[in-house]
């Protein structure tokens, strides 16, 4: 079945870095748009950042902007969220998604990975 | 502060009929399909609604979407208690070049 697996997540302190993998099983990920979406403990969902089906656009909150990077290797079935300058306000559950067939503006995210957790702190 | 506005909490009895609403602007929801996600604590989200008004294989016809100018809304009838949950709206914006969440409707079962 169609199934997404986080990993990478940590306890890092600020101003360090740390590296999201999102592993992709049961369908073909070359296809679709993938987003990223955070969860700060006790808080809402924060959509982070998409990629299109072929890397060819990307769109981030500005919360993140220039900070992280999304990025894709089809070759591997595996999606990427590079996160730099980390702060204490990125201590987050990350989850990976899939979007639309193709457009990265476009569509719903389906199905959700389990997350992974990021503690940014001293 | 949510670009998509959720009312934080919402409630009713088992067996009843609660509408959640999702107020945006013409630079999301005006123009754009909404899709609605439940997250039951500790889990992932899933998908519950999309493109404004339909239903993913296995949700079951008790939740229905709708929109209506700058605002969406998911009802949810025939309430029971594993509804309990949270509610979340989304759209792209244009405006932003960005997807947007509601912050999320709390939704108890008495």
């Known amino acids: 079945q169609v199934q997404l697996v986080e990993s990478g997540g940590g306890v890092v302190q600020p101003g360090r870095s740390l590296r999201l993998s999102c592993a992709a099983s049961?369908?073909?990920?070359?296809?679709?748009?993938m987003h990223w979406v955070r969860q700060a403990p006790g808080k809402g969902l924060e959509w982070v950042a998409v990629?299109?089906?072929?890397?060819?656009?990307?769109y981030y909150s500005d919360s993140v902007m220039d900070r992280f990077t999304i990025s894709r290797d089809n070759s591997k079935n595996t999606l990427y969220l590079q996160l730099n300058s980390l702060r204490v306000e990125d201590t987050a559950v990350y989850f990976c998604?899939?979007?639309?067939?193709?457009?990265?503006?476009?569509?719903?995210?389906?199905?959700w990975g389990q997350g992974t957790l990021v503690t940014v702190s001293s | 502060q949510s670009v998509l506005t959720q009312s934080p909490s919402a409630s009713g009895t088992p067996g009843q009929r609660v509408t959640i609403s999702c107020s945006g602007s013409?630079?999301?929801?005006?123009?754009?399909?909404v899709n609605w996600y439940r997250q039951l604590p500790g889990t992932a989200p899933k998908l519950l609604v999309y493109?404004?008004?339909e239903r993913p294989s296995g949700v079951p016809d008790r939740f229905s979407g709708s929109k209506s100018d700058t605002s969406a809304f998911l009802a949810i009838s025939g309430l029971q208690s594993e509804d309990e949950a949270d509610y979340y709206c989304?759209?792209?914006?244009?405006?932003?070049?960005?997807?947007?969440f509601g912050g999320g409707t709390k939704l108890t079962v008495l």
């Open positions: 049961g369908f073909t990920p070359s296809s679709y748009a």
């Open positions: 998604a899939r979007g639309s067939y193709g457009s990265a503006k476009m569509g719903w995210f389906d199905p």
């Open positions: 989304a759209a792209w914006d244009d405006s932003l070049s960005a997807w947007v």
């Open positions: 013409t630079s999301n929801i005006g123009s754009k399909p």
């Open positions: 493109s404004n008004d």
């Open positions: 990629i299109s089906y072929d890397g060819g656009d990307k």
